[in-house]
Structure formats: C-alpha cells, structure tokens
C-alpha cells in the first residue's frame, strides 16, 4: 500500500488529476448506458411487458444485459446527415454542450468525507452555473438545423428549462440558508445527526420544488413537451442522427442522474446514514459512506422512470403556469421561513 501511495504522489498533478476525472466518467458512463436498459425493463414491468431480454454476451441472453452496448454499437456506425442550409459549425457543437456541462457538474461533487475531485468553496455556485448552460445546447441544435420543428421545439424546451431554473435556483438558495454555506461538503456535513436531522423536513417545500422542477428541466415526463410527437415530431434534435442524436440522449440521462445525486446530497443527507450516530458509529454498511449516497441516487433515479410510466403529458401553458405561478412564489415565500428558523435558531436543525 505504501508502494502505491509513493508511486501517486510521484505522479505529476495533470496525470492525477487526469486519472481522478476517468475514475468519475468512466462508472458514469456505465451507468448511463444501464440507466437506459433499467428504464426499458422497469417500465416494461410496470406496464406488463418483458423489456429488453434478447441481448446478452457469449451467446447467453442474461435478461437482455448487452442491449446498450449492442445500441451504442449501432449508433456509432450510423451515418451522421447534416440537413442542407443547416449551420454545420453549430450543429456538431450543440450536442458537445449539452452534455459537457452535465459532466463537468461533476467536478465538485462530493461522493464521500474528503472524496471529490475539486474541493472549491463556491461548490453550489458552480453547480448552478454548469446545469444553467445545458440550454444553449437547446437553442443552438433547434436554430442550427434549418427546421421550423427543430426550431419550434427548441424554444418551448428552452422556456421551459429557463422557467424551471429559477424555481431550481431558489430551491438551492434555501439550502444555502440553511447550511450557511456554499460548500457541497459543508451542507452535507450541516445535516449530521439522524433521518430526522436532514433538510428534507424543514425545507420539504423546496425539496418537493427542486426534484419536480430537475424533472421538468430534463424535459422527461410529465414534462417532455419538447419532444412532443403529435405536434413538433421529436422536439429540437428531430434532425440528428447517429452519434450526434446519442450525445443528446447521454446528455438527458447524464442529466437524470445529476439531479438525483443532488437531491440526496442537498436535501438526504448525501452519504450519511439514516441511523443515529451512537447506532452506526465504526458498525459496517450502518456507518456513513458512499453507499448510502449511492441507494439515495438510485431511489430518485427510480423516481424519474416512475414518473414517466405514471403520469400523462402536461399542456405546455399547464407547465409554464406551475413553474412561474406556484413554484416560484413558494420558494420565495419558504425562502423567509427558513431565514426566520435559522435565525430563531430552532431545535434540531438549526441550534
């Protein structure tokens, strides 16, 4: 071990650090992938079909397993058509900003006590700003494609997502409140103590805001109108194909599992245990760890797939009405709730 630990520290910091960026992308991207399969399969379940099982490795089926990599496969030998008048320049670049934002959210965030790749004071800023920019993807891809759908689409999702962000952002401002900090560590470490101790409880209002307004900025269901069918064909990537198209489907899974991992962290407590310190303390998977933060994840990203097999389309003035009309004067309103608790210093969360 000691061996180990004298090779990495000989290492140049640009090689550690280029090491510690494919030690988060690489299980992100698996996890990508599955999420895509475990969708198929869950809602398959849910609606009484199989799902995905034909696929697998070494002539075995083992429950259609190889289906994303057999869909990536696929996709990466498609030809890639980019429509005649379309601004080629622009049409290759929005999918790389769609998805680069939703990766380098990643780079603060804290996966266990002192296990994050940047460690930066102003954590939950830079978070803001990184899931912020996803929509220029949005509005490049449906204004460079030359397609009246394209462009169509792409303005309703590019409201959409602006309208949700706000109620997003004031959602966080809350935590920030709460924790007095802006320090992804710091606000996990502020929810010590049990279950009870967490900010779902004293922030559930915008606990409720944020999961509901991350979904609505994923643009998935109930929300998806972007990607309306009856009306706009397939929404602002209607005229991608290939591995283009894929980067625009990484994106909203990548996406997905962002705002899942930033719900548990924010408002469950990120990677510490529902239990008591005196219960858990040095007892084995009771303890606080990366786990835990792992199953919180799982849990809301389960909750997307539930959503979408659940709930019918909204109306596009039904989603712009929730967004601007209730859930931002909420937040603003609980925003005031939570200054005057942590203010009057109340019991449990905030002495």
Known sequence: ?????????????????????????????????YYTYAERKIIGYMQVRMGPNRVGF????????????????????????????????????APMLSIGPALAAWAVFP???????????????????????GVYGVIIAGWASNSKYASLGAMRSAAQIVSYEIAMGFALVGVLVAAGSLNLGDIVAAQQGSVFHWFWLPLMPLFLIYFISGVAETNRAPFDVAEGESEIVAGFHVEYSGMTFAVFFLAEYANMILISALSA??????????????????????????????????????????????????????????????????TIVWIVVVAVMKVTAMPWWFN
């Open 265 to 330: 962290l924010m408002f469950l407590g990120g990677w510490l245990s529902p239990l008591p310190e005196a219960w858990v303390d040095g007892v084995f998977l009771l303890d606080h760890g990366f786990h835990w933060l792992l199953i919180k994840t799982f849990f809301f990203m389960f909750l997307f797939l539930w959503f979408r097999a659940t709930f019918p389309r909204y109306r596009y003035d039904q989603i712009m009405r929730l967004g601007w009309k209730v859930f931002i004067p909420i």
């Open 58 to 93: 070494f002539g075995m089926r083992l429950w259609g397993l190889g289906q994303p990599i057999a869909d990536a496969v696929k996709l990466m030998f498609k030809e890639i058509v980019v429509p005649s008048g379309a601004n080629k320049l622009l049409f290759l670049i």
């Open 1 to 33: 071990m000691d061996a180990v630990i004298e090779l990495w520290t000989a290492l140049p910091v640009v090689i550690q650090i280029m090491i510690k960026i494919v030690t988060i992308m690489l299980p992100l991207m698996i996890l990508v992938a």
């Open 111 to 133: 996966f266990n006590a002192g296990l994050v790749l940047a460690d930066v004071n102003a954590g939950l800023l830079y978070i803001l700003a990184m899931t912020s920019l």
